[in-house]
DNA sequence: GTTAGCACTCGACGGTCGAGAGTGCTAACA
DNA sequence: TGTTAGCACTCTCGACCGTCGAGTGCTAAC
């Protein structure tokens, strides 16, 4: 424990934080006593706790419950953890075996790896990235006179759609346009490319529906780009524990979720390495019970997302940790190796 | 009622099970004999649900309590249902709107629209396509001597990966590698390009990563269409249902929807048009107080794909009906377009 | 065939009670 | 001065009980 509290004040009110943390019950003198501090008998541990209650570390549901830890207790605890170095969970790696297709994917894998390892709820997100530029376009032929369109920027993100084209047009004038608008388009931004096409298009003419079909495919990307993107892993993993066993908590819980502007917000806050919100901390009523722990990983040059993991306050922080540390770093290797 | 019940007593079984649908309650004599029969006093009525309880429609949670529609009952209100023709759902297109970029997003898209619309579970799901040929094969130039590997079969679905390829490739070599490709392998299955490629990349050089990219990327994509793909949308709608206001039920109810091969039995059991399985004829004990709603819809040539929504046995099944049939529509008509 | 009336049943609700867990305080002890 | 045993006290929880009200089934009259 790192300040205000010292040596064996600070152990009692550890063990009591993880035998909360344990089992969610209020945890008494005598259980202290017996599995944690053989030595003392239960009306030591007693004095000792009724010191923590002054101090504002404990706190009794009702006069004949054992103790449960504040938020101020979790505090010191989070706060002694984080100074302390933790190992980082090897079996993170196991759960990114799966196709990967490209950022989206690598994301979305990452949610269910932590939200898998942690057995809580986890929540990843990747920064909006501004300003992409065109690095190349391309008119793959599909049967039946579809061809796809694929766009390539130049930090690596792909976007593709089904656009129709005259039936005439074989692989060869697929690629020869390919390459025309290429050479036009390589360098500009997306926003400049729309621009551009919107005069284009307006014209009508044979090959309208290609520039149509361009222009929309990087409104689209754009549109895509320009708002951080979100992905929630395990949401219902919240059921499994005792803090939402009321239907009622846990429909808000899951209504905070889905709504995204306050996961957003509090993923936003997420400074490196590694941030750890508390109940009240994290602003949010419905989440008063819960405790977020967020890591950022780096994407690319100067980029940095955030992944984080939402259980309640009573949560092993340290496994958590591990678990953060160990797909964060999974996940900056690989959106370094595809994408940087 | 189609049979084996007359008029007047249809009706009072009709009412109470469209009361019961309301608010969740069982339903007595004097409610049915106010709001719906109300030339009839409750007497009246209590000799009738007397009746239908002794013909196994109705039953009592006990003595003093209204009457709660069985099982049977629902079977007789949906058959009757079934029987008649019922409004397409009008704003199931406006969900459409978003980005949809191949099978999978119009999939996921409609999982969402359907939940949303009727408020419950919904289950889309895919055919597997088996024997898929190869129609055509691009490398798309990427930054930093990447290359986005696309495949396009000829039923128009699309994979691609990122591969590394040597840095000297233009997009013109990139091209005509394709083309090369293209040639060799257009028209064969994916099972067939995998045998080709592992001979070719056991060998090394230069483009083995290129060979070796394609033979993965064929197999994953078989891989991916050799079994049914399920999407699930609004799974925790289940919660605002007081059939689950039990934590219990709640977790028991997702973990079937995680664990997908029930959900997989359920809708391969759809059969055209609309199918409904309630309560236990589902097979599912955790589902056992719900009802699925299934309809098919139609892929390309031949090929059916299911959708259902989950919800208590105790569902307005005509809203349910015309959702499914709206949302079912719209999937043929998308897949119709983009992909056949 | 329908209905009013009435006795009856059963769950929901609120109150009471005893058991058990855990506390705080006090006094004795090292 | 710190530790501990002992004890009275408080509070929750489950069991039990009586009341209330909803809804039924039955009977007799229309």
Same sequence: chains 1, 2.
Avoid: W
Avoid at 42 to 49: D, F, G, Q, V
Avoid at 178 to 191: N, P, V, Y
Avoid at 232 to 261: C, M, Q, T, W
Avoid at 315 to 335: D, F, I, Q, R
């Amino acid at each position: 424990m790192v300040r205000g509290i010292e040596g064996r004040k600070a152990r009692i009110l550890k063990a009591i934080i993880e035998d909360y943390i344990l089992t969610a019950m209020p945890v008494g003198s005598r259980t202290i006593s017996r599995k944690y501090e053989t030595n003392l008998s239960s009306a030591t541990i007693r004095n000792e706790m009724s010191d923590l209650e002054e101090l504002g570390y404990l706190a009794q549901p009702h006069v004949s419950a054992g103790r449960v830890p504040s938020h101020k207790a979790y505090r010191l605890y989070v706060d002694d953890l984080l100074g302390a170095s933790f190992p980082e969970d090897g079996s993170a790696r196991e759960y990114f075996s799966r196709q990967v297709r490209q950022m989206e994917d690598v994301i979305t894998c990452a949610a269910h790896a932590l939200s898998e390892i942690t057995r809580y709820t986890a929540v990843v997100m990747m920064p909006k990235q501004l300003d992409l530029r065109i690095s190349c376009l391309q008119l793959v032929p599909m049967p039946r006179g579809n061809a796809l369109l694929v766009i390539v920027t130049d930090t690596g993100a792909i976007q593709d759609t089904v656009i129709r084209v005259s039936e005439a047009l074989d692989g060869d004038a697929l690629y020869a346009i390919s390459r025309m608008l290429t050479e036009r388009l390589a360098g500009r931004t997306l926003k400049e490319v729309q621009q551009m096409l919107g005069a284009y298009s307006r014209q009508g003419g044979a090959d309208a529906r290609v520039l149509q079909g361009i222009a929309a495919l990087a409104a689209q990307m754009e549109r895509q780009n320009a708002t951080d993107t979100l992905t929630v892993g395990g949401a219902h993993n919240i059921l499994n524990y005792p803090e939402y066993s009321d239907v009622e908590k846990a429909r808000a819980f899951l209504s905070v979720l889905e709504g995204r502007e306050k996961l957003m917000d509090l993923l936003s806050r997420s400074q490196s390495p590694f941030t750890v919100l508390i109940g009240p901390e994290t602003g949010i009523d419905e989440m008063r019970d819960c405790s977020v722990v967020t890591a950022s990983y780096q994407v690319g040059a100067g980029h940095r997302g955030a992944i984080g993991v939402i259980g309640p306050t009573r949560m092993p922080y340290m496994k958590v940790l591990s678990a953060l540390s160990a797909v964060g770093n999974t996940l900056t290797e690989m959106l370094g190796e595809t994408i940087l």
